[in-house]
């Protein structure tokens, strides 16, 4: 429209009250969770940027979807409203729903995977990286070297590394079950990846005969900036380049609790007859009979249409660009951010900002705990934490030391959004008086959930 104020295309029907609190009761909730912001109490919890994942707010033609909710135990009206929105945007001829992305992985490489096996990405996030390995098989991360430089404004930092790709398959792809490709690369600072390099990867897997799946959870954003920075795609509607993104893949996961606009569910779809025979076994045995797949009828309907809504023009305008805002006016600050900005969160990188803090003393950790000291926003730690830790149990630091400012979908405005650049750039004005942390207690997988820390330093309020 030419304007420079962010119009949000949808009007506020119902509110939440958010509750404050004073800075020594947020220490003092830290001091009871270990430094952990997983453990802490939502309503101590002002902005709430840990997570994208379920956490946006549904339109009212989501919550007459769920009116509809048919919850027959099997062949349901809602599986079937369900399945066909799927394959509108995603044509595999199997779709198998899951109550999360997380349970569409643990089907897929309890059946592709085991040991010796590897798994190539262009990063892995954290259940996929940790699905694959439970499973035995190693997790291969190669995303294209412009991904693992912040600064770089490389417009599809996403993209895999094709050579790398092909290197791999000419030595072990015998060894390779599957190719996967997340998009947009959460890991790697929410960057998307083009379709030029998609078609690059088909055409290496095809070499190879080693089947393509995409990692599809924020899908509708990849499409947006493929439309906006791809050569010969700005005049395309984005629901056809998703069709396109699908068509060069022999199937997928998906969380619905992201692009989706759904607050539960995913699914699992490929092509292949015999996959999806043994992965819907799977399903029967751990989610539910293979038409509602541990979702109720409900769920199955507030999908569907979510992801009608989520390739509209207009809402995806407004997504991309007020996720923009909070970037712009971190990096205005001199707060050091991961560029280009990405479709669902803005990332900080922690280690710039507190070059002091050594890699294992966590600086993402560090610097996610002083956000929600200071200003009650809590964060998430992308980093040593997440992805330090080796399969064998030894430690070495991430490629990144990134702190993610995921921004639900559709419920919070302009006012919270100019709070937490103003609790940022507070909290950056003095990052040279931050401590590093140590991890006192840690499960032996996804440590990041529940492990419980402590500070180094007593040079700050603890």
């Known amino acids: 429209m030419g304007w420079r104020t962010i119009i949000e295309p949808f009007r506020i029907h119902s509110v939440e009250p958010l509750r404050l609190t004073t800075e020594e009761q947020r220490r003092q909730a830290l001091r009871d969770t ?3 912001l997983f453990g802490l109490r939502a309503e101590d919890v002002l902005i709430d940027l840990l997570t994208d994942s379920g956490t946006g707010a549904m339109s009212s033609e989501q919550w007459a979807g769920i009116q509809r909710g048919d919850e027959s135990y099997a062949g349901s009206p809602s599986w079937f409203r369900f399945r066909d929105a799927v394959q509108e945007l995603f044509p595999f001829e199997h779709v198998i729903p899951t109550h999360q992305g997380r349970a569409a992985e643990k089907i897929l490489f309890s059946v592709l995977g085991g040991p010796g096996k590897v798994v190539p990405n262009n990063t892995h996030f954290d259940t996929t990286r940790a699905n694959v390995e439970a499973s035995g098989a190693e997790a291969v991360d190669l995303v294209i070297a412009e991904g693992l430089d912040p600064a770089s404004t490389h417009p599809f930092k996403g ?16 060894d390779v079950p ?4 997340t998009i947009t690369n959460n890991s790697g600072g929410g960057q998307p990846v083009s379709l030029a390099n998609l078609r690059e990867v088909r055409a290496v897997c095809d070499r190879f005969g080693v089947p393509l799946f995409l990692d599809a959870c924020r899908f509708a954003e990849n499409a947006w900036f493929v439309r906006e920075r791809e050569d010969g795609q700005h005049d395309r509607d984005v629901a056809d380049i998703v069709r396109e993104m699908a068509s060069l893949a022999d199937g997928m996961t998906m969380s619905a609790k992201k692009d989706p606009l759904a607050n539960i569910g995913g699914w699992l779809a490929v092509r292949d007859d015999t996959l999806a025979e043994q992965c819907r076994n799977l399903l029967i045995l751990t989610e539910g009979f293979p038409t509602y797949g541990g979702l109720a009828g409900r769920d199955l309907e507030a999908i569907a249409q979510g992801l009608r809504e989520a390739v509209d023009h207009d809402y995806l305008r407004y997504r991309i660009r007020s996720t923009a805002y909070l970037g712009d006016g971190l990096a205005q600050g001199g707060i050091p951010v991961v560029q280009p900005i990405g479709g669902h969160a803005v990332y900080i990188d922690a280690r710039s900002l507190l070059p002091h803090i050594p890699p294992l003393q966590y600086p993402g ?10 200003g009650g926003i809590r964060a998430c730690e992308i980093g040593t934490v997440m992805f330090g830790r080796r399969p064998d149990g030894t430690e070495q630091p991430a490629a990144l030391d990134l702190v993610r400012l995921a921004v639900p979908r559709r419920t919070y405005t302009q006012s919270h959004i100019d709070y937490v650049i103003e609790v940022c750039h507070d909290v950056a004005s003095r990052a040279g008086q931050l401590p590093g942390y140590r991890i006192v207690e840690q499960p032996a997988s996804l440590r990041h959930f529940t492990a419980r820390f402590e500070p180094l330093e007593r040079n700050v309020k603890p």
Request: hydrophobic share 60%; net charge negative.
């Open 365 to 374: 950790q560090a610097l996610a705990v002083e956000l929600y000291a200071t």
């Open 34 to 36: 270990g430094f952990n």
């Open 178 to 181: 599957v190719v996967f490709v």
């Open 159 to 174: 993209n895999m590394d094709t050579a790398r790709l092909a290197a791999l398959l000419e030595a072990r792809a015998d």
